[in-house]
């Protein structure tokens, strides 16, 4: 299986800075045929189910906000908060799918400071 | 906009099989690959499995041995079996649109394995 790890486990950043999860993979994600990266993003707040952030490493899901972004080679990858705002606390998961069984990242809690 | 909704039991006893329904509503079963994600209390998801709207399936290994997902389209529901199961399988189960990454999540169940 392929292993995701993230970093770090937690961090706490104040309203309107930016905050940074980074993502890391046993092996590369990246697809040479179609030059895709099979990895996304995850936001999850407390009693609700993981919601969709970013898939494709880069690709935004429609309805989330502009201040998220993904980014990323191979198996270094990147979440990107730039403008912090309350209803952002959450724990944040990435996940590879790029082979089977998908895994996933052991999740990132952000916290406002 | 599509729904999940996951049903059955809370509560399964050790070595039982535990059966969860997944219900599709605003779309149809009919288009796409849907999948089983569990989270046990503290730990990071973990993904069962994914079916074809056609039957065609896909497991985690590690899991494969106790583990079935068929599809009911005539009632837009696709379903979980998990065999032999003990403590360990303890977790929030989600039945989930997709088979890499999920764009629609059910708002999940829990089950406990206990006596």
Same mark, same amino acid.
């Given at each position: 299986?392929?292993?995701?790890?993230?970093?770090?486990?937690?961090?706490?950043?104040?309203?309107?800075? /930016?905050?940074?999860?980074?993502?890391? +993979?046993?092996?590369?994600?990246?697809?040479?045929?179609?030059?895709?990266?099979?990895? %996304? #993003?995850?936001?999850?707040?407390?009693?609700?189910?993981?919601?969709?952030?970013?898939?494709? %490493?880069?690709?935004?899901?429609?309805?989330?906000?502009?201040?998220?972004?993904?980014?990323?080679?191979?198996?270094?990858?990147?979440?990107?908060? +730039?403008?912090?705002?309350?209803?952002?606390? %959450?724990?944040?998961?990435?996940?590879?799918?790029?082979?089977?069984?998908?895994?996933?990242?052991?999740?990132?809690?952000?916290?406002?400071? | 906009?599509v729904?999940l909704?996951?049903?059955?039991?809370?509560?399964?006893?050790?070595?039982?099989?535990?059966?969860?329904?997944c219900t599709v509503s605003g779309g149809s079963i009919s288009a796409n690959y849907w999948?089983? !994600?569990?989270?046990?209390?503290?730990?990071?998801?973990? #993904? !069962?499995?994914?079916i074809h709207f056609s039957g065609?399936?896909?497991?985690?290994?590690?899991?494969?041995?106790?583990?079935? !997902?068929s599809v009911d389209t005539s009632r837009n529901q696709f379903s979980?079996?998990?065999? +032999?199961?003990?403590?360990?399988?303890?977790?929030?189960?989600?039945c989930?649109r997709? /088979?890499?990454?999920?764009?629609s #999540?059910?708002?999940?169940?829990?089950?406990?394995?206990?006596?």
């Amino acid at each position: 299986d392929i292993v995701m790890t993230q970093s770090p486990d937690s961090l706490a950043v104040s309203l309107g800075e /930016r905050a940074t999860i980074n993502c890391r +993979s046993s092996q590369s994600l990246l697809y040479t045929s179609n030059l895709k990266r099979y990895l %996304a #993003w995850y936001q999850q707040k407390p009693g609700q189910p993981p919601k969709l952030l970013i898939y494709w %490493a880069y690709t935004r899901e429609s309805g989330v906000p502009d201040r998220f972004s993904g980014s990323g080679s191979e198996t270094d990858f990147t979440l990107t908060i +730039s403008s912090l705002q309350a209803e952002d606390v %959450a724990v944040y998961y990435c996940q590879q799918y790029y082979s089977i069984p998908p895994t996933f990242g052991q999740g990132t809690k952000v916290e406002i400071k | 906009q599509v729904q999940l909704q996951e049903s059955g039991p809370g509560l399964v006893k050790p070595s039982e099989t535990l059966s969860l329904t997944c219900t599709v509503s605003g779309g149809s079963i009919s288009a796409n690959y849907w999948s089983w !994600i569990r989270q046990p209390p503290g730990k990071r998801l973990e #993904w !069962i499995g994914y079916i074809h709207f056609s039957g065609s399936t896909n497991y985690n290994p590690s899991l494969k041995s106790r583990v079935t !997902i068929s599809v009911d389209t005539s009632r837009n529901q696709f379903s979980l079996k998990m065999t +032999s199961v003990t403590a360990a399988d303890t977790a929030v189960y989600y039945c989930v649109r997709g /088979r890499g990454s999920a764009d629609s #999540w059910g708002q999940g169940t829990l089950v406990t394995v206990s006596s």
